[in-house]
Each structure stands twice: as C-alpha cells, then as structure tokens.
C-alpha cells in the first residue's frame, strides 16, 4: 500500500515525527499540539481524526487522535507504523480506576493490558490474554515522570471491548485475578500491532473517573487537565 492510506491524508513520511503521542479524544490532539508544540502543523483531518507534528523543546513530535476503542487504534497505529515510518507510538489515555490505592487523576503506565478481546487472535493468532508495553519505551517514561517530579502507579490494565456491559462482570475479578489498576480501550489492540509490524508502543493513562467511589470527571476536565501524563509523553520527542 502506498501513501496517502485510507484512514490518514499526509503525502510524504517526513510530514510525521518517529515518536507519535496517541490521545483517544481528536479535541485533546488539539489541545496539545496548540498548547505544548512548537509550530504545529495540522496533518490529518480525515473523518474529524486530527493530527499535528511540531518541536516540543526543539525536538520533533506528532500528536495524532485514535478514536475509542480497538478497531480504531488499530487501523490508525497499523497505518503509521507500516506506512509512515513511525517507531514508537505512546496512548495518552483516561481510565476507570479499579484499585482503591488509584485515585482520580492520578497516572498509570501500563506495563501490559490484559483483555477478553479477539483482537490479537485475529491479527496474529496470538493465543493468550496479555500482551506487554516496550520495556525500553517504559523506562524512558519512566524516567521522564521520576525527573518532572510526577509519580507513577505501575502494573497492568484492563483493555475492554465494552463500555457498557450488561453481563453482570465484576470488576475485582480483573482486579484480583488479572492484577488489572484500572480500565481503558486501546492498549491491548495498539500492544498487538505494534508486536506484528515489530515497533515500540507504550500506554500512559490518567484515572477519570472511579469505578469503586463512582468519582468522575467533566469531559472539560477531560480535555484540559491531563496535562501531567501529557508532559511524560512530550519528553519522547527526539
Ligand atoms: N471503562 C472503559 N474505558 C474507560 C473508562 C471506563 O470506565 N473510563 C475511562 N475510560
């Protein structure tokens, strides 16, 4: 396939940076690209998916949306890495805490994302349940959140296919059996993809709302005050 792909309209590789930041929301890439880069040029507007590259600190850096859920991340992470020459790709995503000890907006970076979802088996035919963050992509976030000063839960999260379910699944079960901090909708598909086209992926999430106390955030909030996992991500900029 050749470029432009179906879902991303940018006609030439250098038009995207190595490291991509990967919000769900298309109104957060906005946000950061204005508020955080440096000359921010627009590169995609496809189906509303907006898509910026500039310098954060004079270093380059694409900031381009996912949509929610698998099927999405999944066409638009497969897209860059095997299209567009993209090396590392970081979710910068909002979760529902499962853990009393995750607070609201507090920080997660997953170290894997456990799923009940076939989107790796029919990808690849891979047969478990987990699939893990780049290791060496972790240590850098990692790193990045120690100096500025941010601190960081660790462990897995739970990558679900359904926002709204209706089969009576408890979530401690995830919890206590699967290690799982927390809830979201992407890691696992964008885990996956980033193992067949062999390229970094990491996921880095603030907790919006809590599935134990039932504390939510506004979608304004949402937008705007995820600004402390942005910062982590930005420093991957090179
Ligand atoms: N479920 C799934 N994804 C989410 C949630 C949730 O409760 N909160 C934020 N992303």
Redesign the pocket.
């Known amino acids: 396939m050749a470029i432009p792909t179906p879902h991303l309209e940018m006609k030439s590789t250098e038009e995207v940076a190595k490291t991509v930041l990967m919000p769900g929301d298309p109104l957060r890439a906005k946000f950061i690209a204005e508020t955080f880069l440096e000359n921010p040029q627009q590169i995609n507007q496809v189906r509303n998916v907006f898509g910026y590259t500039g310098t954060y600190k004079g270093r380059k850096i694409s900031v381009i949306a996912s949509g929610m859920g698998m099927p999405s991340i999944g066409i638009y992470s497969y897209e860059l890495y095997q299209f567009y020459g993209v090396e590392n790709i970081i979710r910068i ?4 805490s499962y853990a009393p000890e995750v607070k609201l907006y507090d920080v997660i970076l997953a170290d894997s994302a456990w799923s009940e979802s076939s989107f790796a088996h029919t990808q690849t035919g891979y047969d478990k349940d987990t699939l893990d963050a780049s290791p060496l992509v972790n240590e850098r976030l990692a790193t990045y959140a120690e100096e500025l000063g941010i601190p960081l839960h660790r462990g897995a999260i739970h990558s ?1 296919d359904v ?1 709204y379910r209706n089969d009576g699944f408890d979530f401690n079960t995830a919890y206590e059996e699967h290690g799982c901090l927390a ?3 992407e890691a696992f598909a964008l885990f996956s993809t980033a193992q067949v086209t062999g390229k970094q992926a990491a996921c880095i999430l603030t907790v ?2 809590n ?1 134990i106390t039932h504390e939510q955030t506004t979608s304004e909030e949402r937008q705007s005050a995820f600004t402390n996992m942005m910062k982590i991500a930005l420093e991957m900029a090179e």
């Open positions: 995503g909002s979760c529902g679900a926002f809830v979201e909708m919006s709302d599935l």
